[in-house]
């Protein structure tokens, strides 16, 4: 939580945690004794609406009442309903409720200690006696004693990750991109893969396509956009659902009824994967790293703007260090929590003295030796996007005449590093102009 702005308080509030306190308590009452035993009070919730379900649930479980998927209670909140049922689908068990218990009740540890130095801090500067601001100690010592009583947040970590990879089913991922898979295995569990691309080469689409493969797959895809809105995001992926080209769905006035009814109808079969998929935009570092956990893969779009939110500790590390630490937390998280993370990466085009249109790692933004951290490392080339800059260096790069027609649907994927097999190599997939959803080999 280093370097977060904390005068907004959802810095100091974790609302997904809230929720699978409640889901997980509901769906078993079993779990009530040990969450209540951490020990975690009503008053330890942030939100009101959860604060409120766990006072009500606590007091029929003290009453000895049933507690199990309650949906009706005598002096219920009007949106009781609704409220304990997103809880239960926010969670697929019961089994991690101390975990999310814990969690809520260090953070609301954080806020008490927030609010006390605060309070300290404007005493020291007023003309209270001495004794006045050294009784500031003993609440602090009595939030010690609470803590040390709570838990040990290193092995609670560690008993929780370990969980994690014992509970992950280990079926394939995919990218959908068959001659892709043969090359790289699939999207492997405690994978790092970075996928650079320069700009208007598909970046973000080929990742909202991986999405779209993986959630028919059945897994838990977490994507974390630094350019587009939530909004827009799932916009796009309907439209590649639908078959829709991205200029009309920028403006949606130009599309016809039949193509509006082609949207909708994506969106809602969207709406059948939404425990599966969770869209966030601009979200903080520290809270997206309390959550990726919970996902099969993780897709970070991408790696630069996501940097420049997160203030280093040190103010004056270079950007170099800033991307390579981002990177290494990244790579450590991935291999604790058992899933595969894809993060997107702006290269620089090479200079204008220069004809190259194929892309190298050297091209990475503020993070030149990027394949360091990563295992695998795919780059994206779509040539119709070099013909208007240089048509000549494209024939002559792709050993192309004059005469060959280079088709607008041909794009590269370069895998530049391959820890799981061979690296160095082009794989040819196409691409629809208009929809940018990708498929396997071009055809002219």
């Given at each position: 939580?280093?370097?977060?702005?904390?005068?907004?308080?959802?810095?100091?509030?974790?609302?997904?945690?809230?929720?699978?306190?409640i889901?997980?308590?509901?769906?078993?009452?079993?779990?009530?004794?040990?969450?209540?035993?951490?020990?975690?009070?009503?008053?330890?919730?942030?939100?009101?609406?959860?604060?409120?379900?766990?006072?009500?649930?606590?007091?029929?479980?003290?009453?000895?009442?049933?507690?199990?998927?309650?949906?009706?209670?005598?002096?219920?909140?009007?949106?009781?309903?609704?409220?304990?049922?997103?809880?239960?689908?926010?969670?697929?068990?019961?089994?991690?409720?101390?975990?999310?218990?814990?969690l809520?009740?260090?953070?609301?540890?954080?806020?008490?200690?927030?609010?006390?130095?605060?309070?300290?801090?404007?005493?020291?500067?007023?003309?209270?006696?001495?004794?006045?601001?050294?009784?500031?100690t003993?609440?602090?010592?009595?939030?010690?004693?609470?803590?040390?009583?709570?838990?040990?947040?290193?092995?609670?970590?560690?008993?929780?990750?370990?969980?994690i990879?014992?509970?992950?089913?280990?079926?394939?991922?995919?990218?959908?991109?068959?001659?892709?898979?043969?090359?790289?295995?699939?999207?492997?569990?405690?994978n790092?893969?970075?996928?650079?691309?320069?700009?208007?080469?598909?970046?973000?689409?080929?990742?909202?396509?991986?999405?779209?493969?993986?959630?028919?797959?059945?897994?838990?895809?977490?994507?974390?956009?630094?350019?587009?809105?939530?909004?827009?995001?799932?916009?796009?992926?309907?439209?590649?659902?639908?078959?829709?080209?991205?200029?009309?769905?920028?403006?949606?006035?130009?599309?016809?009824?039949?193509?509006?009814?082609?949207?909708?109808?994506?969106?809602?079969?969207?709406?059948?994967?939404?425990?599966?998929?969770?869209?966030?935009?601009?979200?903080?570092?520290?809270?997206m790293?309390?959550?990726?956990?919970?996902?099969?893969?993780?897709?970070?779009?991408?790696?630069?703007?996501?940097?420049?939110?997160?203030?280093?500790?040190?103010?004056?590390?270079?950007?170099?260090?800033?991307?390579?630490?981002?990177?290494?937390?990244?790579?450590?998280?991935?291999?604790?929590?058992?899933?595969?993370?894809?993060?997107g990466?702006q290269?620089?085009?090479?200079?204008?003295?220069?004809?190259?249109?194929?892309p190298?790692?050297?091209?990475?933004?503020?993070?030149?030796?990027?394949?360091?951290?990563?295992?695998?490392?795919?780059?994206?080339?779509w040539p119709?996007?070099?013909?208007?800059?240089?048509?000549?260096?494209?024939?002559?790069?792709?050993?192309?005449?004059?005469?060959?027609?280079?088709?607008?649907?041909?794009?590269?994927?370069?895998?530049?590093?391959?820890?799981?097999?061979?690296?160095?190599?082009?794989i040819?997939?196409?691409?629809?102009?208009?929809?940018?959803?990708?498929?396997?080999?071009?055809?002219?």
């Amino acid at each position: 939580m280093n370097n977060q702005d904390i005068t907004n308080p959802l810095a100091l509030a974790n609302q997904e945690a809230e929720m699978a306190v409640i889901g997980s308590i509901l769906l078993d009452a079993n779990k009530i004794g040990a969450v209540k035993n951490i020990p975690l009070l009503p008053s330890d919730f942030f939100m009101p609406n959860y604060r409120n379900a766990y006072r009500i649930i606590l007091e029929r479980w003290d009453l000895g009442m049933p507690t199990d998927k309650i949906l009706t209670v005598n002096n219920a909140p009007e949106n009781w309903v609704d409220l304990v049922t997103e809880c239960m689908e926010s969670v697929p068990g019961s089994e991690r409720a101390v975990y999310y218990g814990r969690l809520v009740k260090e953070l609301s540890l954080r806020r008490k200690l927030y609010t006390e130095t605060e309070n300290l801090a404007k005493d020291c500067l007023s003309d209270l006696p001495m004794e006045d601001l050294l009784s500031y100690t003993n609440k602090f010592d009595e939030l010690k004693k609470l803590k040390d009583t709570v838990f040990d947040l290193d092995e609670l970590s560690d008993q929780a990750f370990e969980w994690i990879k014992q509970n992950k089913i280990d079926s394939e991922m995919k990218t959908g991109l068959a001659e892709l898979d043969d090359q790289i295995g699939g999207l492997r569990r405690q994978n790092l893969i970075v996928i650079g691309g320069w700009s208007s080469h598909c970046k973000s689409a080929l990742m909202q396509n991986l999405v779209l493969t993986n959630l028919k797959l059945g897994k838990i895809v977490y994507y974390y956009s630094y350019e587009l809105s939530a909004k827009i995001v799932y916009t796009r992926m309907a439209g590649i659902e639908a078959g829709l080209p991205i200029y009309k769905l920028m403006s949606p006035r130009n599309l016809s009824v039949e193509e509006e009814e082609r949207l909708a109808s994506a969106k809602v079969s969207l709406l059948q994967y939404k425990k599966n998929l969770i869209v966030r935009d601009y979200f903080p570092y520290h809270l997206m790293m309390n959550e990726i956990w919970k996902a099969d893969l993780v897709i970070i779009d991408y790696l630069q703007p996501l940097v420049e939110m997160t203030v280093p500790e040190n103010k004056y590390e270079s950007k170099y260090d800033q991307h390579k630490n981002t990177m290494l937390s990244l790579r450590k998280s991935e291999t604790k929590n058992n899933n595969c993370i894809i993060i997107g990466s702006q290269l620089t085009y090479p200079d204008s003295a220069t004809t190259r249109i194929i892309p190298l790692i050297s091209d990475t933004r503020d993070c030149k030796d990027i394949g360091n951290y990563a295992d695998i490392v795919l780059l994206n080339n779509w040539p119709k996007k070099h013909i208007v800059r240089n048509e000549k260096a494209v024939r002559k790069q792709m050993h192309k005449s004059n005469d060959d027609f280079i088709p607008e649907n041909e794009f590269h994927i370069y895998i530049a590093k391959n820890n799981n097999g061979q690296s160095d190599t082009r794989i040819d997939v196409s691409i629809n102009p208009e929809t940018l959803k990708f498929t396997n080999k071009y055809s002219v």
